[in-house]
Structures are given as C-alpha cells and as structure tokens.
Nanobody, 126 residues
Framework: QVQLVESGGGLVQPGGSLRLSCAAS????????VGWFRQVPGKEREFVAA????????NYADSVKGRFTISRDDAKNTVYLQMNSLKPEDTAVYYC???????????????????WGQGTQVTVSS
C-alpha cells in the first residue's frame, strides 16, 4: 500500500505560480511512476503530467507544456508539480497518483495508476 497526500494548492492570480507536493508513505516510492491529474465538476479527470520511476522521462499534457514542471525527490518520497504562468482554465482539483511496474496502460491514463491522493484545490482568479 502507498498513501499519497497532496499539498500546496490555493488561490492565485492569473500569471502566478504554485508548487504542488505529493508526499508518499508506505512502500518504496522510487519503484512507482507518478502522475498528476486534474478534475473540474462535471468533467472527467484529465492528465496533466507524469514522471517515470527513474525520473528521466516525463510526459506533459499539451495544455501545460512549457508552464508546468514535474520532478521527484525519492529521498523525500515526494513528487512536485511546479506550475507557472497559471491561467483561469487551470482551476481544478489536482490529484497525484502512483502506479507500479509493469503496466500495459499508458502513463497518461487514469487506469495506469494504483493509488490516488485526496486532491488539492487550485483556483486561478483575479
């Protein structure tokens, strides 16, 4: 079992920045791929970014490329999502998720992941 706790959400003005953290406890975090997803009411949860267990390969949704950066510190059992140049359309509940290897689902798919956090609200508004 892996327990995930997100933090760092809040209210920020357009153009501002936030850094989300996903802290893990339980099994060896370095063995997991970790993804960030977001969801707004009435819509499906959508992929934002993911990082593989080695940390050397990262995926981003087109909507956040160049603005968001995912990173991991396995010594701290934590994955980060640095969000810059935030836009109102980035407003959502952000979730982190962890998935073991091997997997057949794409790293951008919610089905790829075995464990989920409770989410943290990000609101971008003036």
């Amino acid at each position: 079992q892996v327990q995930l706790v997100e933090s760092g959400g809040g209210l920020v003005q357009p153009g501002g920045s936030l850094r989300l953290s996903c802290a893990a406890s339980g099994r060896t975090f370095s063995n997991y791929a970790v993804g960030w997803f977001r969801q707004v009411p009435g819509k499906e949860r959508e992929f934002v970014a993911a990082i593989r267990r080695s940390g050397g390969f990262k995926n981003y949704a087109d909507s956040v490329k160049g603005r968001f950066t995912i990173s991991r510190d396995d010594a701290k059992n934590t994955v980060y999502l640095q969000m810059n140049s935030l836009k109102p359309e980035d407003t959502a509940v952000y979730y982190c998720a962890a998935g073991l290897y091997p997997q057949t689902k794409a790293i951008t798919s919610t089905q790829r992941y075995d464990y989920w956090g409770q989410g943290t609200q990000v609101t971008v508004s003036s």
